[in-house]
């Protein structure tokens, strides 16, 4: 059947109520959340010290489990699980013709008619459908939507909400005047998703790194990890100050303290079942479009003052924007600083620490090629110094 919305409309009155509904229900938890950890506190007697109580796995050493965490720690931490809360198929063997297919489902500009303006809400409706052109009935897809202006070479991405139903509901605050075009991608579809999950779950060691060791002229590489099947006897360098985990397998010949260094070992391989790969094809279910049923353009008008739950509304929705090629922050007060002497000004006496994975370190190469091309590298940013540490 082809994706339409024809009948869809009057649903959509339903749906924002059931959102609203929604969203009472996750503050309510937040709260017994919050007593939740008041409980343990007293329960335990520890003060603000207490063990997490992970999934327990017996085949792996991972020793996260132990780690104590404060106070401030556990409620971060549980903050972030309850974020991570993932609500996907039904059961574990889904079909793949009644998996998610981009290619049959459609969205609907909601609010099209409508005067838009800059600062209002655009709300776009997506509905999701199988191979066989069937509606999806569950939710849990991995969506991303963004609206853009390829002229103004301007963009802001817009917050999706799984209705659960099969149907999802994404929200853009307007920032640009103009022409703006809405897009939607079918990153991974709940069945992917699922397949991931228990993947993550199940094989903790999927990527692996390597260390070698090397004493005189006996030199040996060995496989390490977070996390490390239980088969082989361990160097442990879990970090005893934070508590981070690392193993590596103990070499042979050598000990552990012979370890000189860290690289990328690898993926393990053919973990998928024939079943299972249906869900990871590239220009199917990987980062596909949807299309719009009807039209995915409308024209924003300047911001013209309303009342000032408008503005506080999509305020909240709003982390910042491109416009002309420049990220606008949404949330803070930001400088712009465009050439490599106000960088070099700014950065004049202070000490930066840049923590991340891969992505700060280009950061960091960036920065640092940026800055130093007019000068010589030495007198480059004078008192100021620039450290970069990153994982993978
Ligand atoms: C690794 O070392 C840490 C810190 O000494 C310890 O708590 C943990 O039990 C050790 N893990 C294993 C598997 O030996
Ligand atoms: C909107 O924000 C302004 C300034 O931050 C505040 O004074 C006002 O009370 C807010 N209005 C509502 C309805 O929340």
């Known amino acids: 059947m082809r994706c339409s919305f024809f009948k869809f409309q009057i649903c959509s009155v339903i749906i924002t109520a059931l959102v609203i509904l929604v969203l009472v229900n996750n503050l309510n938890q937040v709260e017994h959340l919050d007593q939740r950890t008041d409980l343990i506190l007293s329960q335990t007697g520890q003060g603000d010290k207490f063990e997490q109580s992970h999934l327990s796995t017996k085949k792996y050493y991972c020793d996260y489990q132990q780690q104590l965490i404060s106070r401030a720690e556990h409620k971060e931490q549980q903050y972030l699980l309850q974020s991570l809360q993932w609500i996907g198929p039904p059961h574990k063997k889904i079909h793949f013709l009644k998996s998610t297919a981009a290619a049959q489902s459609c969205f609907v500009i909601l609010n099209s008619r409508n005067n838009l303006n800059v600062g209002d809400v655009m709300e776009v409706l997506v509905r999701m459908q199988d191979f066989e052109g069937n509606p999806k009935r569950y939710g849990g897809d991995y969506l991303q939507a963004k609206i853009h202006s390829p002229s103004l070479k301007a963009g802001a991405v817009g917050k999706v909400v799984d209705h659960q139903n099969g149907f999802y509901s994404v929200f853009f605050t307007l920032l ?24 993550r779950e199940d094989k903790p060691d999927r990527v692996y790194f390597k260390s070698l060791f090397r004493s005189g002229t006996i030199s040996e590489t060995t496989i390490c990890n977070v996390c490390l099947p239980k088969k082989l006897p361990l160097c442990n360098y879990t970090d005893l100050l934070t508590g981070e985990p690392w193993f590596c397998y103990k070499p042979e010949r050598l000990s552990c303290v012979n370890r000189i260094n860290h690289a990328k070992g690898g993926y393990l391989k053919n ?22 049923s009807g039209p995915d353009t409308v024209i924003v008008h300047p911001w013209i003052m309303k009342d000032k739950d408008v503005v506080n509304g999509s305020k909240l929705l709003s982390c910042g924007h491109y416009y002309q090629d420049t990220w606008i922050s949404g949330k803070s007060y930001k400088r712009q600083f465009n050439n490599p002497t106000d ?50």
């Open 176 to 199: 640009w005047p103009g022409s703006v075009t809405v897009s939607v991608v079918l990153v991974h579809p709940s069945e992917g998703v699922q397949v991931l999950q228990h993947l």
């Open 271 to 292: 973990l998928l079942t024939f079943e299972e790969s249906l869900f990871f094809q590239s220009g199917v279910n990987i980062k596909v479009p949807i299309l719009a």
């Open 343 to 392: 960088i070099t000004n700014c950065l004049q006496g202070k000490v930066v620490h840049l923590f991340g994975d891969s992505t700060i370190r280009q950061w960091f190469e960036y920065l640092t090629s940026f800055v130093s091309e007019p000068y010589n590298q030495s007198k480059l940013i004078p008192r100021t110094r620039l450290h970069c540490l990153f994982s993978t």
